[in-house]
């Protein structure tokens, strides 16, 4: 009894839907109506000077002497990383991401605490830090100066100064 009126009720449902199936075909026939492509013409490329290169005659343009010069010719500072040594573990973090959290002093010697990830790592003088091949240049009580080693847009690599500074609450 409960299939017999279950088949009767989707017989009915169905009979409902296809209704509306007009509506939406006769709505799409009226949008294709007003609505259609107009393909666009292709632009015409401008022309251009043809350039033939004649080895004997000009310069060749990859020679090793052609890129010295264009090398000698910026003002770089000669600073380059040390690529050779060790890396050290706290390298591996952005400078974003670490929290200077304080700084203690034994004798003369300062170190710096500072928070990543939730673990309180010491820094030292000289340790390097983030991304950018930072070393720690000066501790103060609320600061920690870096200075890293970047490339700038013409390849050669430029310093610059950073700072962690301390964060009284979180």
């Not at 203690?104 to 030292?124: K, N, T």
């Amino acid at each position: 009894m409960r299939a017999g009126i279950f088949w009767i009720a989707s017989g009915i449902w169905l009979a409902a839907c296809d209704t509306h199936d007009d509506d939406l075909r006769s709505w799409i026939a009226a949008a294709r109506k007003r609505h259609h492509a107009v393909p666009a013409a292709p632009v015409q490329a401008a022309a251009t000077a043809r350039f033939r290169y004649e080895p004997g005659v000009r310069t060749d343009p990859f020679s090793a002497s052609k890129l010295a010069a264009a090398d000698e010719g910026g003002s770089g500072t000669g600073l380059q990383p040390d690529l050779r040594r060790a890396r050290e573990p706290l390298e591996s973090y952005p400078l974003a991401s670490m929290r200077l959290i304080g700084s203690l002093r034994r004798g003369r010697e300062a170190i710096a605490l500072v928070e990543i990830e939730q673990r309180v790592y010491p820094l030292h003088l000289g340790s390097h830090v983030g991304q950018d091949f930072g070393k720690v240049v000066a501790i103060g009580e609320r600061t920690i100066d870096i200075d890293e080693l970047v490339p700038d847009s013409g390849g050669r690599w430029v310093q610059r100064r950073a700072q962690l500074a301390l964060q009284e609450s979180r």
